[in-house]
């Protein structure tokens, strides 16, 4: 891995995947992207990972996809490029995966922290689609992910006009979980990490995927979902452990099984 760096037990149980180009503010190259698909594809099948957070720097989350490389691209360049295989990954990701913000996060950067599942932010986090600004508009995601995360009216603003977001707005407009100062926001994102680390991975798993679900489908398929998903923690050891140990009033010791 050159363009990014891969700690699989961070802590115990928990990944850490940091963007390592700070020369370009972590610009969004297909190099680093197919690094970010083969890191998140190898610690989603490591049975010892069990949350997993990506973060940039201090100064950049990702301030977008790489520019001098689109630059003179056409359009069938792009299509040929096939992209969307390797960003598709961090959507397809089973476990919960923590994006930890500082800095810019911007394009595809903002495309990409969306794509992860919770997002905790440095108070210098800024937000922004401002694709606009250069002739083109959002093409991971953007326009969809922003919309649901922030509203129609909110959406039309940031991507028509291309302006950012600070951290406490895009805490206001449930963009992100918490905001804290920059010193903790990987700290933050360790505790959370930690957290959910302990609770089953089964159930976590099928959370996840019933969560998700919520954006892809009609109501009455995503509770279809969701309901085969909790019967199925009922087939794990898992749920015999946690069920127990409540009984019990003890700590519950989860496998993943
Ligand atoms: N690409 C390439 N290089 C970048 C870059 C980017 N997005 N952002 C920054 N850099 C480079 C700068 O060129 C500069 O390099 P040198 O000139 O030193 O060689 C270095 O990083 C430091 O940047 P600045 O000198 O500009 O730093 P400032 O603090 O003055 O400004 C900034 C920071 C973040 C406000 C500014 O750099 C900026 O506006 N950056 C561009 C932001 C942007 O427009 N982002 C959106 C890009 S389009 C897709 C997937 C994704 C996408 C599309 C399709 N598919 C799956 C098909 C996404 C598209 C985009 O993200």
């Known amino acids: 891995m050159e363009l990014i760096k891969v700690t699989e037990q961070h802590e115990p149980h928990v990944a850490l995947i940091q963007l390592n180009r700070p020369k370009e503010l972590n610009a969004l190259n297909p190099q680093l992207m197919q690094e970010v698909r083969d890191a998140l594809v190898a610690l989603d099948k490591n049975e010892a990972v069990r949350v997993i957070i990506i973060t940039g720097n201090e100064l950049a989350f990702a301030a977008g996809a790489d520019i001098k490389q689109m630059a003179d691209k056409s359009a ?26 500082s800095g810019f996060a911007l394009g595809g950067g903002c495309e990409f922290v969306m794509t992860c599942d919770m997002v905790i932010a440095s108070e210098t986090a800024k937000f922004g689609q401002p694709e606009i600004k250069i002739g083109t508009i959002p093409g991971a995601g953007g326009t969809q992910r922003l919309t649901k995360a922030v509203g129609k009216a909110k959406a039309m603003e940031l991507i028509l006009t291309g302006r950012f977001l600070s951290a ?12 804290v100062p920059k010193e903790m926001y990987l700290q933050e994102a360790f505790t959370l990490a930690k957290e959910i680390a302990q609770l089953s991975p089964v159930a976590v798993q099928l959370a ?18 969701e309901r085969k998903n909790f019967y199925l923690t009922f087939a794990s050891a898992d749920q015999k452990e946690g069920m127990k140990a409540f009984i019990e ?9």
């Open 76 to 101: 069938i360049d792009m299509l040929l490029l096939d992209q969307f295989t390797t960003w598709d990954q961090i959507r397809k990701t089973k476990k919960p995966i923590i994006a930890a913000v």
């Open 168 to 179: 406490e707005e895009a805490h206001f407009y449930g963009l992100v979980n918490k905001v």
């Open 208 to 225: 996840k995927e019933s969560i998700n679900r919520s954006f892809e489908t009609h109501l009455d398929e995503g509770l279809t979902l």
């Open 249 to 257: 009033k003890r700590k519950p010791d989860f496998k993943g099984q």
